[in-house]
């Protein structure tokens, strides 16, 4: 971040924790002052009427008793003369002029609050130079009407008010300071284990990918992204060793079909009158056609599912089954017997539900002593796919690492008849792309293959 405010989490965090407490605790301090300063104006007013009652019955018995101290006075007449004031008054403001009288028609109970200002004289940095409140009323004394004033004197809560001002000046920024380094601390300690989280992350490389980061005891956010940073570097690992066993299978995969292709044509080049090209050409026109149908399984692979379109039409798998059947009653091999209990819609593709089977038909033609046998059924809203053959069948440990790319088993499932090593992978990958599954089930002698896919109706 540009300007003043700061790149580190730790200080921009300390930062706004500051100017936040300063900015809620002046505005508090403000808020706390005007509320504090009204109250003490009423009290002081409340106080100088009770005061200017007991003046006022001094003066209705005829016996004027001025208040003592520093208080502010003054009684006039109808005429508006001054019959008598305080000798602060004209000290504090020689020009000063009497205030108004009550008017003629008043009650005899009549009040009034006003304001009046000491203007300045001589010395313009006095206090006493101010606006007051002033409180008066009107009495009847020896026959005469009077009315009396009294100023209210803000001594008092001026006081209160500096006070109480020079307490929180003091320990406001106290609480600033304090808020900051709390905040400072706090940020620290929760960036500790991310800290240590990136320190472990930079020596994450494509050869370390076995590092993990700490997982803070603490339950917080931290915790949750440290561990959703270790399962991200679990798959991130299995991803590249997938890759790398990928990576050398194909290359070992690609290699044999090249090499027979590169030494059949040199050796036919070497002896070329005595060669026989016709015998080369298919010898060589079988690898590339084994090449092209890696090279297929390996482009469809490589497609991220999520970047698949769902598929939106719909195929029945009878009819599907009815072809592959029918295609491969003409062919040597074992004997392949259909079971398909009715229609079975299903949303998809026909070309890649085809290939599907075709898959599994060409892994159980390969591995089966004589027959084959292909099922087809409803089930709770699905349509199962069964594929049997009666070879030597599929170990329990290895029925999930047969659907791996260029998987290996023993050597009764070798890929010795022109398989990629691609079939099961690329079947279950349709399968799941399809919405369904692909398994291997126990099946007694022999191996059973199981697909499911959704029923819809068509």
């Given at each position: 971040m540009t300007g003043w405010w700061p790149s580190s989490v730790r200080r921009s965090t300390a930062l706004s924790a500051a100017l936040l407490c300063a900015i809620v605790f002046t505005l508090g301090w403000l808020g706390t002052r005007e509320l504090l300063s009204r109250q003490l104006a009423g009290s002081a007013v409340s106080a100088t009427r009770a005061q200017l009652d007991r003046l006022a019955d001094t003066y209705r018995a005829g016996q004027p008793e001025p208040p003592s101290g520093d208080a502010l006075f003054e009684v006039v007449d109808d005429s508006g003369r001054s019959f008598a004031s305080s000798e602060n008054l004209r000290r504090w403001d020689p020009a000063w002029t009497p205030l108004p009288p009550a008017p003629a028609g008043a009650a005899a109970d009549w009040t009034i609050t006003t304001k009046a200002t000491l203007k300045p004289g001589d010395h313009p940095q006095w206090r006493e130079y101010r606006e007051y409140t002033v409180v008066g009323k009107v009495i009847d004394s020896d026959g005469r009407r009077l009315t009396v004033y009294l100023f209210v004197l803000p001594w008092e809560t001026l006081r209160m008010l500096g006070t109480f001002d020079g307490t929180l000046r003091f320990f406001i920024p106290l609480a600033v300071l304090i808020t900051a380094l709390a905040a400072w601390l706090a940020a620290g300690r929760a960036l500790r284990p991310v800290e240590a989280i990136r320190r472990e992350l930079a020596e994450v490389s494509g050869s370390r990918l076995d590092r993990r980061v700490p997982v803070p005891p603490s339950r917080d956010e931290v915790a949750r992204l440290a561990t959703t940073t270790n399962a991200t570097l679990d798959r991130l690992q299995r991803a590249y060793d997938q890759q790398e066993r990928f990576v050398a299978d194909a290359s070992h995969e690609l290699r044999s079909p090249l090499a027979n292709l590169r030494t059949g044509l040199e050796v036919a080049l070497t002896h070329a009158d005595r060669a026989d090209w016709p015998a080369v050409a298919r010898r060589s026109l079988l690898d590339i056609q084994r090449l092209q149908r890696i090279t297929a399984d390996l482009l469809q692979l490589a497609v991220d599912p999520a970047e698949v379109p769902a598929p939106e039409g719909v195929v029945d798998l009878a009819d599907v089954v009815g072809e592959q059947v029918a295609e491969r009653a003409l062919e040597p091999g074992p004997a392949i017997?259909?079971?398909?209990?009715?229609?079975?819609?299903?949303?998809?593709?026909?070309?890649?539900?085809?290939?599907?089977?075709?898959?599994?038909?060409?892994?159980?033609?390969?591995?089966?002593?004589?027959?084959?046998?292909?099922?087809?059924?409803?089930?709770?809203?699905?349509?199962?796919?069964?594929?049997?053959?009666?070879?030597?069948?599929?170990?329990?440990?290895?029925?999930?690492?047969?659907?791996?790319?260029?998987?290996?088993?023993?050597?009764?499932?070798?890929?010795?008849?022109?398989?990629?090593?691609?079939?099961?992978?690329?079947?279950?990958?349709?399968?799941?792309?399809?919405?369904?599954?692909?398994?291997?089930?126990?099946?007694?002698q022999g191996a059973r293959l199981i697909a499911r896919l959704p029923l819809r109706g068509m």
């Open positions: 017997v259909s079971d398909v209990d009715g229609p079975a819609p299903v949303p998809g593709e026909p070309v890649q539900l085809e290939r599907l089977l075709r898959n599994l038909l060409d892994n159980a033609v390969r591995h089966a002593r004589s027959s084959v046998t292909v099922r087809l059924r409803r089930e709770a809203g699905e349509a199962v796919l069964e594929v049997i053959d009666d070879g030597p069948g599929i170990p329990a440990a290895d029925r999930e690492r047969v659907f791996d790319r260029f998987a290996r088993l023993d050597d009764a499932r070798a890929r010795d008849a022109g398989g990629t090593g691609l079939g099961l992978t690329l079947a279950r990958d349709i399968a799941v792309r399809h919405g369904g599954s692909l398994r291997v089930a126990d099946g007694g």
